[in-house]
C-alpha cells in the first residue's frame, strides 16, 4: 500500500445501551418469524432449531452483508467490523453469531463486558475478533 494514499481513521465504539436497545428491536422484529414457528413446528425443539436458524441467517447475513449490520444496529448507524475494520465475511458472521451464546450462558457476563472495556467489546466479540463501531459517513 503506499502510504502516501493511506489515510488513519479512528472509530468510535458502539456503546453498551444503543446495543441493547439496537438487539431489542431485532428481537421485535424477529417475533413474526417466532410466532410462526410456533405455529407450524411439531413439538418444542422443532420450533426452536427452527427459530435458531432463522435468527442466525437474520444476523449473519446482515452483518456480513453491506449494511454490516441487522436492522437494529443500522437505526443507530452502528456496524459490525473484523480485527482489521474491515467488512465480516459470513463465515466471521456466523461465529460471532454463535459466540454470543457463550456470553449468554455465562449468566450475561458476555454481554455486560461491553459497558466496561475500552473498545465496547462483549465476550463473543473478543472471540470472534469483531467490534462494533459507529459507521463512518
Known sequence: MNSAFYIKTTYAY???WKRVVAALIDGLILLIPSAF???FSQGIFGGMTL???IEWLYVSL???SR???TL???IFSLIVVNGDYQRLTWANATLRYFCQYISMITLGFGYLMVAFTPRKRGLHDYIANTYVVYKQE
Do not use: H, N, R
Open 14 to 16: 458502539g456503546g453498551f
Open 37 to 39: 414457528c410456533d405455529i
Open 51 to 53: 427459530l435458531i436458524v
Open 62 to 64: 446482515l452483518e456480513s
Open 67 to 69: 449494511y454490516q449490520a
Open 72 to 74: 437494529g444496529k443500522q
